[in-house]
């Protein structure tokens, strides 16, 4: 964004103590409220920095260490004061990809998602008809309640012993359905209707808010959602899950249409986060990323799942979730 708008966007949350300089703008920490770092509600120093740029402009600030766009800032400020910047934000966004098909076929390695005019196959609602309304004690032991499980249509199939969820694409079409087996001795996963899950994510159509947070599987995707829901994040932060660890160029291509910050989270083991250094790298220059950790004291949990039957909050873990550079988690690794 350019110095011009960025001063617009401030003018609007009312931020104070401005300074505009040729690389960045700065002022007072405008989330400074709801952050225990400050030592005060009011922070009475220039302490966030706002870069200017061609694209997106990355905010930091010095005193609490908030990292992340200027989009995700002003979405956690609309959060947080109950003021509603939905169009600011929708604003914002606009600024930052002036045309959003130019230049992402040009990146390395990545198959833009809105040029691919390979076209859907839908499968007619009766071939899924016969799994629905039925649920297995396994997915309640889980932790899923059964009204979460009703809204993602989850049913069961007796034959493949398999509790079977329908897969949608962004227009809410049955494209395909993916079965979680009840017995550990059956191979985890089964694909129905020989569907292509490399060119969808699990929850795609359900996409409503302004930043994304991705994980692998089924029960992932539906655990997390459940605690958005009960947390009342869900016009803040929608969902989806990867149907695996591997993630496509379409599937990187359409988190890029449907989102504004993206928050990592995939497993916490080496497949898990090889995906989500391979994910990183299809979208690091196209948008925000953000990492959410397994902190040191849940390690021994393998996934999202399993984080969110323990009672984790997911406010809490995005309010810890740090700017993802591949270039520096690489380093780390060596």
């Not at 949350?13 to 300074?19: F, K, L, M, N, Y």
């Not at 949608?168 to 191979?187: F, P």
Request: net charge positive.
């Amino acid at each position: 964004m350019n110095k011009e708008q960025i001063l617009e966007v401030l003018d609007v949350i009312g931020a104070r103590s401005i300074q505009k300089g040729t690389r960045n703008i700065q002022c007072s920490c405008f989330l400074s409220p709801w952050s225990s770092k400050h030592k005060s509600e009011i922070d009475r120093r220039a302490s966030m920095g706002i870069s200017i740029s061609d694209g997106i402009s990355l905010v930091h600030c010095f005193a609490c260490e908030f990292g992340g766009s200027l989009s995700y800032a002003v979405s956690l400020l609309s959060r947080n004061s109950g003021v509603d910047y939905s169009a600011l934000i929708k604003k914002i966004r606009g600024y930052e990809e002036e045309d959003p098909l130019v230049g992402l076929d040009s990146i390395p390695g990545y198959d833009s998602y809105q040029l691919d005019k390979k076209e859907d196959i839908i499968i007619p609602e009766s071939s899924y008809s016969q799994y629905k309304n039925r649920t297995h004690k396994y997915i309640l032991e889980r932790g899923l309640e059964l009204s979460s499980i009703r809204e993602w249509e989850g049913g069961y199939d007796s034959d493949k012993k398999r509790a079977i969820f329908p897969v949608r694409n962004i227009e809410g079409k049955l494209v395909g359905a993916v079965g979680r087996t009840v017995n550990s001795h059956e191979m985890k996963y089964f694909n129905y209707f020989k569907f292509d899950k490399s060119r969808f994510l699990f929850g795609e159509h359900k996409v409503k808010a302004s930043n994304l947070i991705v994980v692998e599987g089924l029960l992932d995707t539906i655990s997390v959602w459940q605690a958005i829901q009960k947390e009342g994040l869900n016009s803040f932060v929608s969902v989806v899950g990867l149907l695996g660890s591997e993630p496509s160029k379409v599937q990187a291509s359409k988190i890029r249409a449907l989102s504004g910050d993206v928050f990592l989270f995939l497993d916490n083991d080496i497949a898990g986060r090889t995906g989500q250094r391979k994910l990183a790298k299809l979208l690091q220059k196209r948008v925000t990323l953000r990492s959410i950790a397994y902190a040191d004291s849940i390690l021994g949990l393998r996934d999202p799942d399993d984080l969110m039957r323990k009672g984790v909050c997911v406010s809490e873990l995005i309010g810890e979730s740090k700017l993802y550079f591949v270039k520096e988690y690489e380093r780390r690794q060596r």
